[in-house]
């Protein structure tokens, strides 16, 4: 297995996973953005976008479904909720709402306060969308109400995945208006030594 990784981008979701799964696999770290800075990118993904995944022959970009892949390839464990458990339905609504609804409106927060240069950053669209995002945050403060772990009362994937967004509205500086719970479960999970080693991994040299 093979992940194509860029520091603190989505990706970071896919290396997390494999380092609680305890899953051999090459790291190849690559500066942002990779499709201008990694000569061949696009060839392997011409999306040119992170993560790409590669198991074999089956490569894949998404980086939520990567989790989903690998919670599924090295079942059992406990990442993963199995579709006869109750909570099934809720694990993979906050998979997949992860990314669709959490980390969509911070790549605009993103684009317009980082990525353009300063005469096409727009202040309005970054405070819409940021308030867009702390809105949608309301869903993971209400389910973390007495409760350390998203669904299933456990640790999973989809908690890797929800807290990646979270992680990332930090880096953005949106966590100064995060609630109680949802700063109690950003700061927990990431004392956990897997995501200690996926931050280690990812700050090697290329």
Wanted: include cysteine; hydrophobic fraction near 40%.
């Amino acid at each position: 297995m093979r992940l194509y990784h860029c520091a603190d981008a989505r990706s970071l979701r896919v290396l997390w996973t494999l380092e609680e799964l305890g899953c051999d696999y090459d790291l190849v770290n690559m500066p942002f953005p990779p499709r201008a800075l990694y000569p061949g990118y696009l060839d392997i993904n011409p999306l040119g976008t992170v993560p790409t995944f590669v198991d074999g022959d089956v490569t894949m970009t998404e980086s939520s479904g990567a989790c989903h892949y690998l919670a599924d390839k090295f079942a059992p464990t406990p990442l993963r909720v199995d579709p006869r458990e109750p909570a099934y339905g809720d694990y993979l609504n906050w998979l997949y709402r992860s990314d669709a609804t959490l980390t969509f409106p911070q790549t605009i927060v993103l684009r317009y306060t980082r990525l353009e240069p300063p005469e096409r950053r727009l202040s309005q669209a970054v405070e819409d969308y940021s308030i867009w995002y702390l809105s949608r945050l309301r869903s993971v403060e209400a389910a973390l109400e007495g409760r350390d772990f998203l669904c299933a009362e456990r640790f999973t994937v989809a908690d890797i995945a929800v807290h990646f967004a979270l992680y990332l509205g930090r880096t953005l500086g949106l966590d100064a208006r995060y609630k109680p719970n949802t700063l109690r479960y950003l700061d927990a999970l990431m004392q956990r030594p897997a995501f200690q080693r996926a931050m280690a991994k990812q700050a090697m040299p290329a």
